[in-house]
Antibody, heavy 119, light 110 residues
Framework: QVQLQESGPGLVKPSETLSLTCAVS?????????WAWIRQPPGEGLEWIGS???????CYNPSLKSRVSISVDTSRNQFSLRLSSVTAADRAVYYC????????????WGQGALVTVSS | QSALTQPPSASGSPGQSVTISCTGT?????????VSWYQQHPGKAPKLLIY???KWSSGVPDRFSGSKSGNTASLTVSGLQAEDEADYYC??????????FGGGTKLTVL
């Protein structure tokens, strides 16, 4: 069974960088699929942040592209999100997920990690 | 990339059918048969219901069905049950490995 688990600080100061890691078990990241970060502000809808796919290639939401970086550590079977220059608008539950290339549907989700931006 | 448009709310009585729409453009919904639907209960991660417009995810009852016409996709929930009360989100492939979600629809079972 594929499982994903987000980890990282739950509180980030304004203008600093948000960093989260997603540990994957039950499947090797290097074997395929796309690996994504998706966020959801409290009481609001889902927003795709970006995806990581074969060879370490990445694709980002154009609205966040200048602030986002997704990377992979295949030795630890995990991937990470960095979002720079955060503001209160970045407060959200951040999900990591396994995404099918092409059809782009998500079949496995992490439980989510709430990140608050406050001084 | 703009979010796909969903009605904020929908409702129906137990046993009835409800349809939720998801409107995009020819660059996303209308351009690819890659629309998926998710169900999200409060405090939980979303759950995949439908992918590639009409295909059921494993274990999803056939009371849930998907379709598409032009730039609008639809999710129909037949034989409404109390446990169907949740938020529903559509998403679509938008080219160049970009994914776009809808704003979500809160389904109330009366």
């Amino acid at each position: 069974q594929v499982q994903l688990q987000e980890s990282g600080p739950g509180l980030v100061k304004p203008s600093e960088t948000l960093s989260l890691t997603c540990a994957v078990s039950g499947y090797s990241i290097s074997d395929g699929y796309y690996w994504a970060w998706i966020r959801q502000p409290p009481g609001e809808g889902l927003e795709w942040i970006g995806s990581l796919y074969h060879g370490g290639n990445t694709c980002y939401n154009p609205s966040l592209k200048s602030r986002v970086s997704i990377s992979v550590d295949t030795s630890r079977n995990q991937f990470s999100l960095r979002l720079s220059s955060v503001t209160a608008a970045d407060r959200a539950v951040y999900y990591c997920a396994r995404l099918w290339g092409g059809s782009s549907h998500v079949d496995y989700w992490g439980q989510g990690a709430l990140v608050t931006v406050s001084s | 990339q703009s979010a796909l448009t969903q009605p904020p709310s929908a409702s129906g009585s137990p046993g009835q059918s409800v349809t939720i729409s998801c409107t995009g453009t020819s660059s996303d919904v209308g351009g690819y048969d890659y629309v998926s639907w998710y169900q999200q209960h409060p405090g939980k991660a979303p759950k995949l219901l439908i992918y590639e417009v009409y295909k059921w995810s494993s274990g999803v009852p056939d009371r849930f069905s998907g379709s598409k016409s032009g730039n609008t996709a639809s999710l129909t929930v037949s034989g409404l049950q109390a446990e169907d009360e949740a938020d529903y989100y559509c998403s679509s492939y938008a080219g160049s490995n970009i994914v776009v979600f809808g704003g979500g629809t809160k389904l109330t079972v009366l």
